[in-house]
């Protein structure tokens, strides 16, 4: 499944409501579809909200599991459409509000006491969950959300395109925009990252060695290497080897196994898709190095699971929470390996999936071991906010990077004062 939904909406727009549940007030109106009419069932009634993944099947899995669960009645919100996170941040508002959701760990979700803390459910087995997932979901020692998937993201490659054109797989970000420009032809472009370029922001960070925020929560991004980055990007976006406007965004395969070019930066998830397309003429890379220090990276999304801590079955949801995705090992390894490839964030379920034991998969698994970096909690819509447009600014619209990582920067500052003081 991908960490997108099937809708054309980015992870810039997925984001966008968390900056603040207040924002979302003037969006009461939507999300009306909440699943709580109708049915048959006895005792308390959950209602959980999902958004709709891409991959077939995905929606009769989790309804499916849900149907296992004997002690409430458990409707599933299948949102389709550009706006999940408006629905659900809408309904959250509303006494409509879901009690269990999906979303990804922010911090002001946790301040404004949103998220219920689930450190009871996941103490017991603390230990066999990747213990960078618990980081990103803890704050002041309490964990909040509970980790369904890891989605490692990275270059996808033909492999019998780089042959014919003699180039080899580039490890620095300097020999990505000469491969691209060999690779493109009449029909193909060299590469395709993403179609507003977002996706790729946190990785050119990291493989400049820099980072969002330090270890103490102060601005980490601007760097003269990702001034550097930037510049290269611009470079690459300006080269007229760069696929622009796909049909569809970086999370969907159909770049690459249309052949609209022969380098496409997705998931782990579109793996399945793109191995049935292409066969064995398919290879991963990393996000390469920018500049002399620079280092490979790999970003892993994912989604968590969360429970509604304003919502009327607040014990209930946990214990639903609890049952599927702490104890229902054979679901959760099903949810990761059944619908793309994701890898499961528990290690006793990972040394399990199959799947991802050999071959390609294994491949990713092992670039996600070695390169990983996670998302921030503290890393917050507006600080993302902040950092795309600054390099909107540079890259799309050719301004100062150094100028606008500046101004980021402060903005950064700001909303860090905001929450840590």
């Known amino acids: 499944m991908s960490a997108m939904s099937n809708s054309n909406f980015s992870r810039r727009s997925l984001f966008r409501a968390a900056a603040g549940m207040a924002a979302a007030g003037t969006l009461a109106a939507c999300g009306s579809n909440n699943g709580r009419g109708g049915g048959s069932g006895s005792g308390k009634q959950l209602v959980q909200y999902f958004h709709a993944y891409g991959e077939a099947g995905t929606e009769q899995a989790i309804k499916r599991y849900a149907a296992a669960y004997k002690d409430a009645h458990v409707r599933t919100s299948w949102i389709t459409g550009s706006n999940f996170e408006a629905k659900l941040f809408a309904a959250l508002l509303t006494k409509q509000a879901p009690d269990v959701f999906e979303f990804h760990p922010q911090i002001q ?13 996941i103490d017991p087995v603390k230990s066999d969950f ?18 369904m998937i890891d989605d490692p993201q990275f270059f ?78 611009r470079q690459l976006f300006t080269s007229g080897h760069l696929l ?26 579109a793996m399945p898709a793109m191995q049935k397309a292409l066969g064995d003429d398919l290879g991963i890379f990393p996000f390469p190095k920018v500049g002399s220090a620079g280092k490979l990276s790999v970003y892993n999304g994912g989604w968590s699971m969360f429970v509604n801590a304003k919502g009327k079955n607040v014990d209930a949801a946990k214990e639903y929470v609890k049952w599927l995705w702490i104890e229902q090992k054979k679901y959760q390894e099903d949810w990761a390996t059944s619908y793309g490839f ?10 399990s999936a199959t799947k991802l034991h050999s071959g390609l998969p294994a491949e990713g698994v092992k670039l996600f071991n070695t390169y990983g970096h996670f998302d921030n909690i503290g890393w917050t819509q507006a600080m993302i906010t902040a950092v ?26 700001a909303e860090l004062k905001k929450l840590f003081g």
């Not at 979700?109 to 459910?121: A, C, E, I, P, R």
């Not at 196994?257 to 782990?268: E, P, R, V, W």
């Open 109 to 121: 979700l946790v301040k404004s006491g949103q998220v219920g803390d689930l450190s009871d459910l």
């Open 130 to 147: 990747n213990q960078a997932d618990i980081t990103s979901h803890t704050v002041d020692g309490k964990i909040y959300g509970v980790r």
């Open 388 to 413: 795309q447009d600054a390099f909107a600014n540079s890259v799309r619209k050719n301004g100062d990077p150094d100028a606008a990582l500046t101004t980021a920067e402060k903005k950064v500052d």
């Open 342 to 351: 994701h890898i499961p964030p528990r290690t006793s379920i990972a040394q």
């Open 244 to 269: 622009l406007d796909a049909p569809a965004d970086y999370w969907d395969p159909s770049a690459i196994d249309q052949g609209l070019c022969a380098i496409q930066f997705s998931g782990m998830w």
């Open 156 to 233: 996808f490659y033909r492999k019998s395109m780089l042959a014919k054109a003699k180039v080899e797989v580039p490890t620095t970000l300097d020999e990505l925009i000469e491969a691209a420009a060999k690779l493109t032809t009449d029909k193909v472009k060299g590469v395709y990252l993403g179609n507003d370029l977002t996706a790729v922001i946190n990785p050119l960070i990291w493989s400049a060695g820099a980072d969002t925020l330090t270890a103490d929560n102060k601005p980490a991004f601007h760097t003269d290497a990702v001034v550097a980055g930037m510049k290269q990007l």
